[in-house]
């Protein structure tokens, strides 16, 4: 009697045993379940929330007046209209723009969504291309009166300011340093609207400014040959080459296929809308500064005709990915489409050049 109870509280307790490490394995599971699920929630609900901000902040700036911008900062800061301001207050809008659109500044973001994101980047860096073709034009050329007179010191600042690293992350960022670039620039235009100064000069001639359209039609030609090269295009090497030429046949020409890697043709794309942006707004503002010279060359219409054809590239794009069908081809190609444009604006360039030069 004593060997069966005793045999079957040791039966009973090691059921019991058994089923209370059951149970806590089966609430070991179902926790790690719950966990499991809670964390691929999350991920899940922040993976929409960097879409949904990386979707935002893809969405282009608009286009902005150019002379009522002008007008609405010299009357908030009680400052003269002179030549050069609207000029000056358009360089530094577009310039800001980069930093104060939804997002910020992105192309050296390290975290989500930013570091997803290439095609604002593009457009950041195309701006930028612009923005920093003017500072260089305005130190250089625009306030200065002849080649052997000084610079003026704030825009000497100013170039290299924006010609700082625009990938760079911390210490110093590419924001802090743009941001400079924009104070040395108002530092500049308020001695410049300033009539008891006259240190700070704009000078509103012809020569200066078919100087700075020959750096406008060298960016847009550069353009016009990168997004013509989404579908490969036959290169002819024209440097002079040492073999000897046979007489009776023609000389051997090199030949390769340049095309855009299928990867950058959206960023090649992005980067040319960014600069068609800013190239449109400080055209309408070098429309107003040098509208005396332009009239004199009889030269206001093409500056409006290569503003023209720089506003319709910045059309909406309703295709979710950029399209890179053959030239005649069932699918769309956006690049020669924004090709065609961007060539047509360089036309009128060249053609602005020599009315400046001959008008």
Known sequence: MLDWKNRTGKSDAKERVDTVGTGTRSRSYFGAVLF???VLSVLALYLLVTGALGWYWSEEPALFPVQQNAQISAERDGKKMVVGYTTVETLKTVASTL?????????????PPGLWMDNMPSWEYGVLVQVRDMTRALRKDLARSQSQSAEDADLAKAEPLFNFDNRSWILPSSESQYQEGINAL??????????????ALFYARADNLNNWLGDVGTRLGSLSQRLSASVGRVKLNASLKTEVVVPGQAPVVDEEIVETPWMQI?????????????LSHLLRAVEVDFADVLAKKNATVSVRQIIRELEASQQPVWSPMI???????????HSL??????????AAVIDLRQLLTQG
Request: charged share 20%.
């Open 266 to 278: 959206d960023n090649v794309f992005y980067e040319a809308r960014g600069q068609a942006w800013a």
């Open 36 to 38: 499991s699920r809670a």
């Open 186 to 199: 108002t530092r500049y235009q308020n001695r410049l609207a300033d009539p008891s100064q006259n240190n």
């Open 337 to 346: 489409v924004m090709a065609n444009y961007i060539s047509r604006a360089n």
């Open 99 to 111: 930093l104060d659109k939804p997002g910020g500044y992105i192309s050296n973001d390290r975290f």
């Open 323 to 333: 399209l890179n069908g053959s030239g005649f081809g069932i699918l769309a190609n």
